[in-house]
């Protein structure tokens, strides 16, 4: 409760803040302040499970130790995520306050969309997620890819939040006693109702969209290389698990008893999403792009969590929450800085800037799920959640299959850097400064010790 | 426990802190004899760690047991047994020899490329000792990472293509891996940890011998973990990545990876496939043996046609590692005991011949056989010191490698005199490669490039004496290397039925 209603009081202090403060820097200083009283706010509730605020919410949301933990988890990486672009946020336009203030209102989405208990609060706090990120989309007014982006998110978006609503009302007409609550739909195990599974479809698709599963994941590469890179690097992390994370949470607690009726759909989403999305990287020659896919891809694993629905499941999904947004987080500041967006851009960097170069290695071999680093832990539990499931076990052998072909993507940069010598393109015209490095050094160090030791993120959901 | 500074402590964290010495000090003049010192060490503590059997008197000193992730039931443990001496003191005894006798060698940045070797004798010394399936998981990986960043920065013209490949492939084949260990994990019973806690599955090593698996079950893990092994050892057709790898990758590495990295594949078939699985096991060995002879026979083939010297060891190598792998798979005390002592051979001679190729290319600048002729004129200590190594390649009797290979063919004459028959026809076709080779490029009359090298300096010599001087006395002598693993082959039968 408290992320979700200080989050939307400080998205309205720092539009007033684009209003009366003049300068470009403060906003910054103000937001990261307001995270900081957030998430502290949002720990103290994870611990004592009481909120600073007492409003009859009817039951419409619900509080236990693994939503709270997964909102303490998505400010803290918001946190590294402003201490980390903060200078790069600045230099998007002029209204800096205001992409701060969407990037609160999108926070206060998450939050409703990680605890809803009926699917009007899914819907909405889908909802207050998408439409900050429309504008975000566009937020680079001059640039016409920036703006075709945003207005194919826009009406995409819009179309699936269409169909989402659609599936809502499938399933309120569909149940016995008409209700939205997730839990009170009640469906036992024998065959689902025709209304119940159009409502179930319709959402299932929505959803895909929504986190860029395949075959609804076309707009995400245009999206994704049109929007600025500082708010790709936002809306590809953070907002992406979100939506993975009330995927999860509607389908557990509304559809897990039928689990058998739509494994397979999930089953075959799935593989298509790591096969498209892994199979198109390797043709990629933007970095931008490439990680775009490679963003599809790791939905793929993902999704995963969904098709296996149990306690790995949900392990997998907050490491995963850690794991693939620290490191793309990380590996999107370096690409903010490069002048270069392709490949070759990244020739010779080791030596030009090696601190920047072996961070980024780690990001990547932390996406590569190299043991030793997040991005393993986080494969493992979900490999270990598919394994467990006991359905279907071809899936967990492709899906490694796949994880062994993003090598081959996220290992040419690598080569870039290291193994080839810098060309012209190479030279970085901003100037890099030491607190970039420290935080992009802080980055490197969390994912490694969540490598070694993932209890420190797991053992929040058990307490 | 804990309470001792253990064997197995000291081997992999003697090398780690030597690469952190090399990485942080910055000092690249010094780096050479940072490792140098730090591997002769390592090299003293395994042959400490010989006289410390695994008697109960010393389970203290040979394994160590940490907590590490008590939520999953995996524990950090490793551990030295019979099995796992051998090897360690493969690993100990080969990097002394690498360093040493590629010292005159100079890289760019001196201090990465010995920081990253020492990473990964610690990686090869954990994956020998893992006595945890998670823990082994790791260390198979963190001795693939540094290998792979060795030879893409310091290796040959087309080295980033070769190692990526060699990458890809081991990545491939170890997430398979990882499927079957994760699929074996939730079959495991529970475990018990010193403080009472017990969690509802294990990775260690005891508790995934115990699991029962059904014969199909078995079927589909056999073939998850053995494509892994399979691609490591490599034992046809999944060695197209090797050749390539080993001609671009630097000398020690290649050193590294030919004499100690392919043992990785064989020792965990020994530690891990068959014990876990041996009704798959007895299912798919005629499979596999087959398909190791096809290997040695074609690999010594291609290996007669090669001109290029370093492609030509690596088909050799392959040939030997096929022959090892059917020996396994033959499944008798004989064959086994054979190919553990192999194992330590062939690191040893395959560690010469590099090094004597490595030489021959460094002051010639020519890798083709076709254009060298007579350093036995200008290099005769080189020559000398390098047909013995030849001739303990092709296992003739009072070298090392003959120990090795006739309790291998004996075995595997006893299982099938047909499979030793053919596996046989690769020993031959090995005498004619070697010794047209050492004909070719050792004798005859010089040519220009040749007549003006100098022979091997002291180091060098030092290495390839010692080296010739372990293949005579093993030869002469193997007793102790049988007596050393007489226990673990015992134990290995008693486990498997």
Redesign the interface.
């Known amino acids: 409760m408290n992320a979700i209603i200080l989050s939307a009081i400080w998205g309205v202090i720092m539009m007033f803040c684009g209003v009366f403060i003049k300068s470009k820097t403060t906003p910054k200083y103000i937001a990261i302040a307001g995270l900081i009283s957030i998430l502290s706010s949002s720990v103290f509730e994870y611990l004592n499970h009481k909120s600073f605020f007492k409003i009859q919410i009817n039951d419409m949301l619900r509080f236990d130790n693994f939503n709270l933990a997964f909102i303490a988890l998505i400010l803290l990486c918001t946190l590294i995520y402003f201490l980390l672009n903060g200078a790069e946020i600045e230099k998007v336009g002029e209204h800096v306050g205001e992409y701060y203030a969407l990037i609160f209102f999108i926070l206060s989405g998450i939050a409703i969309a990680a605890t809803f208990n009926t699917l009007l609060m899914l819907f909405i706090g889908i909802e207050i997620i998408s439409i900050p990120l429309y504008i975000l989309t566009g937020s680079d007014k001059r640039n016409l890819k920036s703006n075709e982006a945003a207005l194919k998110y826009f009406l995409m978006g819009a179309f699936s939040t269409g169909i989402m609503l659609m599936g809502i009302t499938f399933i309120y007409g569909g149940t016995p006693n008409a209700t939205f609550y997730i839990d009170k739909i009640m469906l036992g195990t024998g065959q689902m109702p025709i209304l119940i599974s159009v409502g179930l479809l319709f959402i299932m698709v929505a959803l895909s969209f929504k986190v860029s599963a395949a075959p609804f994941h076309f707009w995400t590469p245009d999206v994704y290389d049109g929007a600025p890179t500082v708010f790709t690097s936002f809306m590809s992390t953070i907002v992406k698990v979100a939506g993975f994370f009330a995927f999860i949470r509607l389908f557990e607690h509304a559809f897990g008893s039928m689990q058998d009726q739509w494994q397979k759909l999930i089953t075959y989403i799935t593989i298509t999403t790591l096969l498209i999305g892994n199979i198109t990287a390797v043709f990629q020659q933007s970095v931008k792009r490439m990680l775009a896919y490679s963003s599809i891809a790791q939905a793929g694993f993902m999704l995963l969590a969904v098709f296996a629905l149990n306690d790995k499941a949900k392990e997998g999904m907050l490491l995963y929450t850690a794991a693939y947004s620290l490191a793309t987080i990380g590996i999107f500041g370096v690409l903010t800085k490069m002048e270069d967006y392709t490949i070759d851009g990244f020739n010779g960097l080791a030596k030009a800037q090696p601190t920047m170069a072996l961070t980024a290695t780690i990001f990547l071999?932390s996406l590569?799920?190299?043991?030793?680093t997040a991005g393993f832990q986080s494969k493992?539990f979900m490999?270990?959640a598919a394994?467990?499931n006991g359905h279907q076990?071809w899936i967990?052998?492709v899906a490694?299959?796949f994880?062994?072909i993003s090598?081959?993507y996220y290992?040419r940069i690598i080569?870039a850097m290291?193994?080839k010598d810098a060309n012209e393109n190479t030279i970085i015209t901003t100037t890099i400064n030491k607190p970039f490095l420290y935080m992009l050094m802080l980055i490197a160090l969390m994912i490694v010790i969540i490598g070694i030791?993932?209890?420190i993120i797991?053992?929040w959901m058990?307490r | 426990m804990g309470n001792y500074i253990t064997f197995p402590d000291l081997l992999t964290w003697l090398p780690i802190l030597a690469s952190i010495f090399c990485f942080t000090l910055g000092n690249e003049k010094n780096a050479k004899s940072i490792v140098v010192l730090f591997s002769i060490l390592i090299f003293g503590v395994s042959i400490a760690s010989l006289f410390f059997v695994n008697d109960t008197k010393y389970l203290n000193y040979n394994n160590v047991n940490y907590m590490?992730?008590?939520?999953l039931g995996a524990n950090y443990f490793i551990g030295i047994d019979g099995l796992g001496r051998m090897l360690t003191l493969l690993t100990a005894t080969a990097f002394p020899l690498i360093l040493i006798g590629t010292s005159t060698t100079t890289y760019v940045k001196p201090a990465r490329f010995y920081g990253l070797m020492m990473l990964t004798q610690a990686g090869l010394m954990g994956v020998f000792m893992a006595l945890d399936a998670l823990t082994f998981?790791?260390y198979w990986?963190?001795a693939l990472?540094p290998v792979y960043?060795l030879s893409?920065?310091w290796g040959g013209e087309k080295?980033?293509q070769a190692t990526?490949k060699f990458?890809?492939y081991t990545?491939?084949g170890s997430?398979?891996m990882?499927?079957g260990i994760?699929?074996v994990?939730?079959h495991a019973g529970s475990r018990m940890f010193d403080d009472g806690t017990i969690v509802a599955h294990s990775f260690s090593m005891n508790a995934f011998y115990q699991v029962q698996l059904s014969v199909t079950e078995q079927n589909?893990l056999f073939a998850?973990f053995f494509v892994a092994f399979a691609i490591k050892m490599p034992i046809f057709p999944f060695h197209t990545w090797q050749p390539n790898a080993y001609d671009q990758a630097p000398t020690p590495v290649t050193m590294v990876m030919s004499g100690i990295m392919v043992k990785m594949g064989l020792f965990a078939v020994l530690r891990w496939l068959i014990p876990l699985f041996p009704e798959a096991t007895l299912h798919h060995k005629n499979l596999i043996i087959i398909l190791s002879i096809i290997g040695v026979v074609y690999a010594s083939c291609v290996a007669m046609m090669q001109d290029n010297i370093k492609k030509l060891v690596a088909y050799s190598s392959i040939a030997h590692i096929g022959l090892m792998c059917a020996a396994i798979f033959a499944m008798n005390e004989v064959s086994i005991q054979g190919v553990m002592i192999q194992m330590f051979n062939h690191g040893i001679n395959i560690i010469g011949m590099w090094l004597v190729v490595d030489i021959i290319e460094r002051k010639t600048g020519i890798k083709k056989i076709s254009e060298l002729s007579g350093i036995a004129n200008t290099a005769p200590v080189l020559t000398i010191l390098m047909l013995v190594i030849a001739l303990a390649n092709i296992a003739l009797p009072l070298t090392n490698a003959f120990a090795g290979e006739f309790l291998m063919f004996s075995g595997l004459y006893n299982y099938n005199k047909w499979f030793a028959a053919v596996a046989g026809i690769g020993i031959i076709i090995s005498a004619v490669y070697t010794l047209n080779m050492i004909q070719k490029v050792f004798y005859g009359s010089v040519n220009g490039v040749t007549a003006e090298i100098k022979d091997i300096q002291w180091n060098e010599k030092l290495v390839l004496f010692v080296i010739v001087g372990i293949i005579f006395f093993i030869g002469v002598y193997p007793q102790p290397l049988i007596d050393l693993t007489k226990e673990f082959v015992t134990q290995f039968f008693v486990r498997i039925k």
């Open positions: 071999l590569t799920g190299v043991p030793l493992f490999l270990m394994v467990e076990f967990v052998i490694v299959l994880a062994a090598a081959y290992f080569q290291y193994f030791y993932p209890e797991i053992g058990y | 590490w992730l008590k939520y998981y790791f990986e963190l990472i960043f893409s920065i080295r980033i990526f990458f890809v990545f491939a997430l398979l990882l499927i994760i699929y994990y939730l589909w998850l």
